[in-house]
């Protein structure tokens, strides 16, 4: 390949059912629950040799906007999600070289659950299984498990702490070679090559060993996405790839210098980790129809406000409706994603709660890539050159066949063409795609 190549990666909010008014957005509206669009998307991934599909949750229907699930629910947002381990088992069996990564909330599952479905996962799929490592942020979440909040910010990332280190001691409860299969001796597992971890922590305790077997992997690929101080360190400690989503070249910069100097502080090599940064790339087959998109979706964010605020207010815990529009914002503070919150508070100043929002909305994530596959792939090389590495994590508000063929047809062969992604898998498994540049 020409040059340094980048990483991509595929983040699927859910269903996404949300897009099924669109124009060409098939029948999304009445088939969503079935496999076939998973299935389709899965496979698009791996014909454009995509490292890994993240597969997002959260588990809960919004209510974050005038105490009622009803803006959520008429709109499809955020909801329907289902079972990411699920999605995950089937798409596994769809590919052969695609990496996949379901997210599993560090309060909704035991340490023991997770280490048994996300190894199950490496083993099904031939060492491609990951997991997106997430602590939660919403209290709603947290009574749909019997609880009346989630812990406080910091505390999770305690909790995380414990939480990683049983995973990670069932993940190596069967020692390399405990499998013997000697057809001769008749001993299939050498059991003292098997372990107990006994691990008691403050917040978990663990028996062991982990009674679904070693992984292919040894350890599943951890994705984690912390943004906050605390957030970023753990992600520094454990992440084989971090996904972030910090607005502008700049601060994406110093995102990836930050992660890779707490890397080297934790004693690990900072290449061990790929950040890929959060893009929707708007790719139209020529500049008038993308100067349309761009014009067309700064009309919808004015004209639903209500929307854009309530979406908000789902992924940084607050109900927002009772603010004054034309008024600059006040004080806001979270117990939910706090970098989220605080870099819109960052891009606010000056701003009414209005307009903020609406310049919030009709952004892309880090930066805007739109055009024609030519004009977004020489961007996403420019950006990359600036930052150092290591890819995008790229995503389609609106997920239907359209939009993913934009991606997976359109841009990708240009990127390939330039020699900034691979053309082909070098290796069966995640980790070693991931490290293979
Ligand atoms: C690209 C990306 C994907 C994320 N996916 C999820 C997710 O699926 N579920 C979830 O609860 N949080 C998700 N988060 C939120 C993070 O786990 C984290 O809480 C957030 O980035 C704020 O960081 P902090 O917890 O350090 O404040 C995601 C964040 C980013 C940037």
């Not at 403050?202 to 951890?222: D, F, K, M, T, W």
């Not at 006040?330 to 819109?344: D, I, P, R, V, W």
Request: glycine share 10%.
């Amino acid at each position: 390949m020409a040059g340094k190549p980048f990483h991509l990666a595929w983040f699927l909010q859910g269903s996404s059912i949300a897009g099924w008014g669109d124009p060409f957005a098939g029948n999304i509206a009445r088939d969503w629950m079935s496999a076939g669009a998973f299935l389709d998307l899965a496979r698009a991934m791996e014909r454009a040799c995509f490292d890994y599909v993240l597969i997002e949750d959260s588990i809960y229907v919004g209510e974050n906007w005038k105490n009622s699930r009803e803006i959520f629910l008429a709109n499809g947002m955020c909801a329907p999600r289902q079972e990411p381990s699920v999605v995950a088992t089937l798409m596994a069996a769809a590919t052969t070289r695609l990496g996949i990564v379901p997210t599993l909330s560090t309060f909704a599952y035991h340490p023991y659950l997770t280490s048994r479905i996300v190894g199950s996962l490496d083993q099904i799929s031939g060492g491609r299984g990951g997991w997106n490592m997430v602590t939660g942020s919403s209290d709603l979440s947290a009574m749909n498990f019997g609880m009346d909040a989630l812990p406080e910010h910091d505390a999770r990332y305690l909790m995380a702490e414990e939480y990683i280190q049983i995973c990670k001691g069932l993940w190596g409860s069967w020692e390399p070679g405990a499998i013997v299969a000697d057809r001769d001796s008749g001993l299939l597992i050498d059991h003292t090559k098997v372990h107990t971890i006994d691990f008691k922590g403050e917040y978990y305790a663990s028996r062991g060993p982990l009674n679904s077997g070693p992984l292919p992997q040894g350890r599943p690929v951890i994705a984690q996405a912390g943004g906050s101080k605390m957030g970023k360190a753990f992600a520094a400690r454990h992440a084989d790839t971090i996904v972030a989503a910090p607005r502008g070249v700049a601060a994406m910069k110093k995102y990836r210098d930050d992660i890779r100097a707490e890397m080297m502080a934790a004693g690990r090599d900072p290449d061990d980790c790929k950040v890929l940064f959060l893009l929707q790339p708007i790719v139209t087959e020529t500049k008038a129809e993308a100067a349309e998109k761009i014009a067309m979706r700064r009309e919808f964010s004015e004209k639903n406000i209500d929307r854009m605020l309530a979406r908000f207010g789902w992924s940084t815990n607050l109900d927002l409706s009772d603010c004054d529009l034309d008024a600059p914002i006040g004080e806001l503070t979270t117990n939910g994603h706090q970098s989220s919150l605080a870099q819109f508070l960052d891009n606010s100043k000056g701003k009414t709660l209005r307009q903020a929002i609406v310049d919030h909305t009709t952004k892309g994530y880090c930066v805007d890539v739109v055009g024609t596959p030519d004009t977004c792939a020489g961007m996403m090389a420019e950006i990359m050159e600036e930052i150092g590495g290591d890819g995008f994590l790229i995503e389609q508000p609106n997920v239907h066949r359209k939009a993913i063929a934009s991606i997976t047809d359109g841009l990708v062969p240009e990127l390939m063409h330039r020699g900034l992604t691979r053309k082909a898998y070098a290796h069966e498994q995640l980790r070693d795609n991931l490290l293979d540049f």
